[in-house]
């Protein structure tokens, strides 16, 4: 009997020994493929960047504006362009092609949908386009989720200028006005036109909007020789591209459209403070306010490899930053209050979930009649 125990236990200690050694055996096998999956992923990360720095290594990455030449989105551009290759391995060149229409989007739309999803086309063109998108317009041949957002460099302050020669000298007198001004747009999705037609559904202001211009460089051309009292855009273009007529007098801001003045516009009224309802409010809020913080967007074609949209995403953002380009920001009166492509994209989304009565009223006041 002794024996047969002495004979069970060695079988158990065997057993269990084996199974020791078994267990061993798997977790080293484990960890010798966790190890092998590490190296090689670090391979072919270093693989995939010295592949980014041949890919744009004597390359030329186009930023296409959605503008004529001359306003505050064709001159944020050309200042970007004059840095951010610095920032790109293989340094690159970086050039502006102005592709005026439909308030930027033709622009967008060809981004989108023709442009070469490799790296070197960057879409810059008004924001308030995503709005439009999200409110059902049609014409939008794009989907704003799915662009490889890289940043704005500002968030936009959207104000109206007007001239002295419209007779008007403050925002109270026009609001009490008996006749419209006129006020120059360039087409639905511009500020131009949908803050301009927000403010007129939610205060009664008396305005008559003149679209149809190519960029805020010719509605400006056209405030100054007397064919519109003013225009809407941001206060970040309105000092670069304006400041000869703001600093002589000949034009002044008469409204911010924004929930908090401008640190340079302190005595300039805010549009949200004469709405009388909720309603009026939060039209204001989702129609004017919160697209100025998308205003400017910098973005990919879908579909462009991740390892190009990680490495311009972090030059954008190194050149908002760069000493240099603030230096040359600041020369040309451009403000910088930038955001990363990740916090445009989170934005973007939120467009998305509008609630159904405001999303169906500013349907009414801002998508076009077809």
């Not at 080293?28 to 391979?43: D, H």
């Not at 049609?138 to 200028?161: C, M, N, W």
């Not at 609001?175 to 511009?190: E, V």
């Amino acid at each position: 009997m002794s024996n047969e125990s002495d004979l069970l236990d060695q079988f158990m200690f065997r057993s269990l020994l084996a199974r020791r050694v078994t267990v061993r055996f798997v977790a080293l096998r484990r960890l010798w493929a966790r190890t092998l999956v590490l190296s090689i992923f670090a391979l072919c990360s270093s693989s995939a960047a010295a592949a980014d720095d041949s890919f744009f290594k004597g390359k030329t990455i186009r930023i296409v504006v959605g503008f004529s030449p001359g306003g505050g989105y064709d001159v944020y551009a050309r200042v970007i362009a004059r840095h951010m290759g610095k920032f790109i391995p293989g340094n690159p060149a970086i050039i502006v092609e102005n592709m005026a229409g439909a308030a930027s989007l033709i622009s967008a739309n060809h981004v989108y949908k023709v442009a070469k999803p490799d790296g070197l086309t960057i879409g810059h063109f008004i924001g308030g386009l995503f709005l439009q998108q999200a409110l059902g317009r049609h014409g939008v041949e794009f989907d704003a989720r799915k662009f490889e957002h890289l940043g704005v460099p500002v968030q936009d302050t959207y104000s109206i200028g007007l001239t002295r020669a419209s007779g008007v000298s403050s925002f109270d007198q026009w609001l009490n006005a008996k006749t419209p001004l006129k006020i120059g747009g360039t087409a639905p999705g511009s500020s131009t036109d949908d803050v301009p037609h927000v403010l007129q559904a939610a205060l009664g202001l008396p305005l008559q909007l003149v679209s149809g211009y190519k960029g805020t460089a010719d509605i400006r051309i056209a405030a100054e020789s007397g064919e519109v009292a003013g225009f809407c855009t941001g206060w970040e273009s309105f000092k670069s591209t304006w400041r000869k007529s703001l600093d002589s007098g000949d034009a002044f801001i008469a409204l911010q459209a924004v929930p908090k003045p401008h640190a340079e516009l302190l005595k300039v009224p805010l549009a949200i403070n004469y709405a009388k309802t909720d309603e009026a409010k939060k039209l204001i809020k989702v129609g004017a306010h919160d697209p100025g913080t998308l205003a400017r967007p910098f973005v990919l074609p879908p579909g462009t490899p991740k390892d190009r949209v990680l490495t311009l995403r972090k030059a954008f953002a190194e050149t908002m930053n760069a000493p240099e380009f603030l230096a040359d920001a600041k020369k040309g009166n451009l403000d910088i209050n930038p955001l990363t492509g990740e916090e445009v994209a989170r934005t973007v989304e939120n467009l998305f979930k509008i609630e159904a009565p405001i999303a169906a009223k500013l349907r009414q006041i801002l998508l076009p009649k077809v």
